[in-house]
């Protein structure tokens, strides 16, 4: 079975910092990784996703991540981090279900804080 | 944009009641997914679908229960409300094998229930 580990259930950083929100996966396949946002009682916004094209992507709100294989690891990074990005941060991972479709795995969440 | 619509965003309800809770999407997906959020434990699976009149447990189904009548409706029912089914209930639709990306979820806004 997949799983998602994300280091640390919170994470401060100051405005301007860089944001650094780590994600590490187990998959005995190439996996197919996932960052999503969600803002304070909003549902999940997809960030970006890997599905095995460029290792590095890129995705909304100035957000990029890469993909390591060697590290099982896919960490969320932004050079500098806005008021706006304080929310909570979800990395799952994706698996075919026994049923034939995609099922994602989710990680326990990082929640960004951005201090003035 | 693809739209997932969770009928009620607040509920408080009484140990006992029977609870409905209403997901409806616009896209045409073929899958739905009904997810329990808690703090400090991520998503967790509950139901799924992956066609009409089709659901496969997930993780964590005591307790509840779900219907799918309709392509575009998923409905989780918890028969008998408890105190540990406070949460915040989240749903989600994919494509479906021929249209899906990896796996990626489109969210509804959740739903708070407060069970007391």
């Known amino acids: 079975a997949q799983s998602v580990t994300q280091l640390g259930s919170h994470v401060s950083v100051s405005e301007g910092a860089l944001v650094l929100l780590r994600c590490n996966y187990s998959?005995?396949?190439?996996?197919?990784l996932f960052w999503y946002v969600q803002y304070p009682n909003q549902g999940l916004q997809l960030l970006l996703k890997?599905?095995?094209?460029?290792?590095l992507v890129k995705g909304i709100n100035g957000f990029e991540a890469e993909f390591k294989k060697s590290e099982t690891s896919f960490h969320l990074t932004k050079p500098s981090a806005h008021m706006s990005d304080a929310a909570e941060y979800f990395c799952?991972?994706?698996?075919?279900?026994?049923?034939?479709?995609?099922?994602?795995?989710f990680g326990k969440g990082t929640k960004l804080s951005v201090i003035p | 944009d693809v739209k997932v619509t969770q009928s009620s965003r607040y509920l408080v309800k009484r140990t006992g009641e029977k609870v409905f809770l209403e997901c409806v999407q616009d896209?045409?997906?073929?899958?739905m997914f009904w997810y329990r959020q808690d703090p400090g434990l991520g998503l967790r699976l509950i139901y799924f679908?992956?066609?009409?009149?089709?659901?496969e447990k997930g993780d964590i189904p005591e307790g509840y229960s779900v219907s799918r009548e309709k392509k575009e409706r998923f409905s989780l029912i918890l028969e008998s409300a408890s105190t540990n089914q406070t949460s915040m209930y989240l749903c989600?639709?994919?494509?479906?094998?021929?249209?899906?990306?990896?796996?990626?979820?489109?969210f509804g806004e959740g739903s708070r229930l407060t069970v007391l």
């Open positions: 989600a639709s994919s494509p479906g094998l021929a249209g899906e990306v990896a796996g990626e979820l489109f």
């Open positions: 998959s005995s396949v190439p996996p197919y």
């Open positions: 890997y599905t095995s094209a460029a290792t």
């Open positions: 799952a991972v994706s698996d075919l279900s026994g049923a034939g479709s995609y099922q994602l795995t």
């Open positions: 896209m045409d997906h073929e899958n």
């Open positions: 679908s992956y066609d009409v009149k089709m659901k």
